[in-house]
């Protein structure tokens, strides 16, 4: 592979030393590009945009050269995991995903296999590869999934909910069932994970969405305990290089700390908690990543650039940052305030680092 030109991104995420700090976006290959909007329309949907590795090649490294990240993950989707599994998905325009046929008892769970990650998901793994190819060295590349938690919400609510009566109910009425399906979706996440890694993604990210809906206790029960099993299990080491482990769960800043206690490289901030305080609580062990609010990409470029320079002086000198939003960028954001807030993280944060 060619030598890695920019690797800003992997050495904040390991707090070694940065000339400045590193900025990448979750959802930063979406429709607020027309570009991804033109490439979604000749695949045909969603499902077939993830699936045809020339096409999701080309809406990854849309982002690096339209705005200008210091790093590219992988376009996909976190439900192509179940689907390996054996369960119908579909995504109905303006619905999101289904799972026609959700799971509802101990022998749903039962029969759903452990996917050798190579041969159901080998659309993935060609995708990757050819990223890597067409990347050229210019940025790192990340990989990803959903936590055994977010995983499993989809596959028992049938998509999403607002309340998660299912999910809820079973982990109250029928734990050992639940626990079963996470203990099953943990493992099949780490081996997805680790053939991405195999296969030249250069970083990790382990998507928790719906983690913040439980409360404290059941959060370390049904989600915490399996993504540290995830993290146990991964491939730590390659190419020479360590290979960065992010957590972020959506709502669960009141649990930095157990979060950071897992042995993942670097935690995810949404935008409800400072960066000062984040980096009080524990940016002494690990790397922190945010955490923007992503609505103030409405706002004008100046206003942006503002936040830009909170956010950095919160953080303050030293190392362990790599900017990002506090979750994806929305559809409707103009494409000049992505612009504007990649180049304001990038001129701003250089004082930081002197």
Same mark, same amino acid.
């Given at each position: ?8 991104f992997?050495r ?45 090649c ?5 982002p ?17 995991v ?15 995903p ?26 993935v ?5 050819l990223?890597?190819?067409e ?6 590349l ?10 499993? !919400? ?6 999403g909910?607002k ?13 050992e ?16 994970l ?7 993604v ?13 409360? !404290? ?51 995810g ?9 984040a ?40 190392n ?5 939003l506090?979750?994806?960028? !929305? ?11 990649i ?12």
């Amino acid at each position: 592979m060619p030598e890695l030109k920019n690797d800003l991104f992997l050495r904040a995420c390991l707090r070694q030393d940065v000339e400045r700090t590193p900025v990448w976006m979750m959802r930063q290959a979406g429709r607020y590009l027309p570009e991804y909007r033109a490439t979604r329309q000749r695949a045909g949907g969603f499902l077939n945009l993830c699936k045809t590795p020339e096409l999701a090649c080309e809406v990854s490294i849309q982002p690096v050269e339209l705005v200008g990240v210091d790093a590219t993950i992988m376009f996909s989707d976190i439900l192509v995991v179940p689907e390996a599994m054996g369960m119908e998905l579909t995504f109905d325009t303006g619905e999101g995903p289904k799972f026609p046929q959700p799971i509802r008892t101990r022998a749903d769970v039962e029969r759903l296999p452990v996917p050798d990650p190579e041969d159901g998901l080998g659309y993935v793994m060609a995708a990757i590869r050819l990223i890597r190819k067409e990347l050229a060295g210019r940025v790192p590349l990340i990989g990803f999934t959903g936590s055994p938690w977010t995983l499993a !919400t989809y596959m028992i609510e049938g998509g999403g909910s607002k309340n998660y009566s299912k999910i809820k109910a079973m982990a109250f009425n029928e734990p050992e069932t639940l626990h079963l399906l996470l203990h099953k979706l943990a493992d099949a996440v780490a081996a997805y994970l680790n053939a991405q890694i195999a296969n030249g993604v250069q970083a990790v990210q382990i998507f928790d969405t719906w983690g913040g809906i439980l409360t !404290t206790r059941d959060y370390r029960e049904f989600s915490l305990q399996y993504m540290q099993r995830i993290v146990e299990q991964l491939t730590r080491e390659h190419d020479g290089r360590r290979v960065p482990v992010i957590l972020y769960t959506k709502g669960g800043m009141g649990w930095l700390e157990e979060i950071a206690a897992t042995g993942c490289d670097v935690v995810g901030l949404d935008w409800t908690i400072d960066m000062d305080v984040a980096r009080r609580r524990i940016g002494d062990k690990v790397a922190l990543q945010g955490n923007m609010d992503p609505t103030m990409l409405y706002a004008n470029p100046d206003r942006i650039r503002a936040e830009v320079k909170d956010i950095l002086a919160r953080f303050g000198h030293g190392n362990g940052h790599v900017f990002n939003l506090g979750h994806g960028i !929305t559809p409707d954001v103009p494409v000049e305030h992505a612009k504007a807030f990649i180049q304001s993280v990038k001129e701003e944060s250089v004082a930081y680092h002197s």
